[in-house]
């Protein structure tokens, strides 16, 4: 059984640039949801997706969008992307019974 | 708003002795407590979980204890070993489409030899 595997491990990008981060879920899992965790901070909720479709959302701006694949894999893109948005991003999959989450180890962006 | 608050962002604690880590939230729609351990470079990892109908669960070396009244759970660790060296986080699922779990901010645990 594989676990969630997150790529890349570690991004630098500019200021007002576009990044797309990358999450494959656990064998079995049909739901991804995506963490922000900034430094000395615990993971926050941004988005949730079910069977392809968005399953609810945190507090987070439109620029923060994402998709997920009939595999179940799923993106997250953010465009303009700003100071602030430098993050350990976290995916998490889970199956229909509730709970199991697991997560992968996630992506460090850092923003320039 | 910080939903779910730990207020203790570290903790040291001799190894073989008990390690006591707290939690507060104030969101009574809050249906289902868990606790996460964190290494670094790691993603965080399930450890133990209660539901709100419950005052106490144990697992092995594990128990989370919930005081609905206080809105404070707790998770004790007896006794510590020096693996047990990680941040914990407590977080909590309310009654969202999403089921999300809102986190509190961490606490480094440090169990010396």
């Known amino acids: 059984e594989t676990g969630v595997t997150q790529s890349p491990t570690h991004l630098i990008k500019t200021r007002g640039q576009q990044v797309t981060l990358r999450c494959s879920s656990q064998s079995g899992h049909n739901t991804v949801s995506w963490y922000q965790q900034a430094l000395g901070q615990g993971p926050q909720f941004i988005f949730q997706?079910?069977?392809?479709?968005?399953?609810g959302r945190g507090n987070f701006p439109p620029r923060f969008s994402g998709l997920q694949f009939p595999n179940y894999s799923s993106e997250l893109n953010v465009n303009a992307l700003e100071l602030d948005d430098s993050a350990l991003y976290l995916c998490a999959s889970s199956s229909d019974s509730l709970y199991g989450y697991t997560f992968g180890s996630g992506t460090r962006l850092t923003v320039v | 708003d910080q939903q779910v608050k730990q207020n203790s962002p570290s903790l040291s604690v001799q190894e073989g002795r008990i390690s006591i880590l707290n939690c507060d939230y104030t969101n009574s729609m809050f249906d289902y407590f868990l606790w996460y351990k964190k290494y670094p470079a790691e993603g965080p990892t399930f450890l133990i979980s209660i539901s709100s109908i419950k005052d106490k669960n144990e697992d092995g070396r594990f128990t989370v204890f919930l005081n609905k009244s206080a809105k404070h759970l707790s998770l004790h660790i007896v006794p510590s070993q020096p693996g047990d060296s990680a941040v914990y986080f407590c977080?909590?699922?309310?009654?969202?489409?999403?089921?999300?779990?809102?986190f509190g901010s961490g606490t480094q645990l440090t169990v010396l030899p």
């Open positions: 977080a909590a699922i309310g009654t969202g489409s999403a089921r999300q779990l809102t």
């Open positions: 997706y079910y069977r392809e479709e968005e399953n």
